[in-house]
């Protein structure tokens, strides 16, 4: 009996953590659903898993200055993970924001970018925009009574470790409530 037990808990678990594939991105919100979601050169990525540890958020923003990052993590294909990062410097409600400038290091305060991650522990491939590799977010909603942060987005970025390659992001969106 006790073997039975310890099979089962055992099947419950491999099954529990099974990669969820998506099917469909997110609507296009303004609730702060909690919710973020892109085509990465063409396939559905959304956050997903947990964080680092079983308490840490997949997805969050938090004001930075006088701007906003919003971290999207997936860890549901372990070992490999990946991140999305959005720093938009200058934030001043909603608008158009180009993801054009070219960082000398990551992460970086000097200018608005899209940085996306693929690691195990440390990163395999890293892809970031610059002034030739760009990109747009357009907030529709940034209500910082009720800490709302929604939009769309869209770059393309190259890889800055090893064989430098072109990533495609679109129809990404995201609405967000800000942690701080």
């Given at each position: 009996m006790k073997n039975f037990i310890?099979?089962?808990a055992v099947l419950f678990l491999l099954t529990a953590s099974c990669k969820k594939n998506?099917?469909?991105l997110p609507p296009a919100t303004q609730t702060g659903a909690n919710t973020f979601g892109a085509?990465?050169?063409g396939n559905i990525w959304g956050p997903a898993g947990f964080g680092i540890v079983p308490t840490a958020p997949t997805l969050e923003a938090r004001y930075y200055g006088n701007g906003i990052i919003i971290n999207a993590r997936n860890f549901s294909s372990s070992p490999t993970e990946s991140e999305f990062e959005i720093y938009i410097k200058n934030l001043?409600?909603?608008g158009v924001y180009p993801l054009n400038f070219d960082t000398q290091t990551y992460p970086s305060e000097s200018g608005s970018y899209a940085y996306y991650v693929l690691r195990k522990l440390t990163p395999i491939n890293?892809?970031?925009t610059s002034s030739q590799y760009t990109g747009s977010v357009n907030i529709s909603l940034n209500d910082t009574t009720n800490k709302i942060i929604s939009g769309t987005f869209q770059f393309d970025a190259m890889n800055l470790i090893g064989?430098?390659?072109l990533l495609h992001v679109t129809d990404g969106r995201f609405d967000v409530k800000v942690q701080y």
């Amino acid at each position: 009996m006790k073997n039975f037990i310890y099979t089962l808990a055992v099947l419950f678990l491999l099954t529990a953590s099974c990669k969820k594939n998506l099917t469909d991105l997110p609507p296009a919100t303004q609730t702060g659903a909690n919710t973020f979601g892109a085509r990465v050169d063409g396939n559905i990525w959304g956050p997903a898993g947990f964080g680092i540890v079983p308490t840490a958020p997949t997805l969050e923003a938090r004001y930075y200055g006088n701007g906003i990052i919003i971290n999207a993590r997936n860890f549901s294909s372990s070992p490999t993970e990946s991140e999305f990062e959005i720093y938009i410097k200058n934030l001043d409600g909603p608008g158009v924001y180009p993801l054009n400038f070219d960082t000398q290091t990551y992460p970086s305060e000097s200018g608005s970018y899209a940085y996306y991650v693929l690691r195990k522990l440390t990163p395999i491939n890293e892809w970031i925009t610059s002034s030739q590799y760009t990109g747009s977010v357009n907030i529709s909603l940034n209500d910082t009574t009720n800490k709302i942060i929604s939009g769309t987005f869209q770059f393309d970025a190259m890889n800055l470790i090893g064989t430098p390659e072109l990533l495609h992001v679109t129809d990404g969106r995201f609405d967000v409530k800000v942690q701080y």
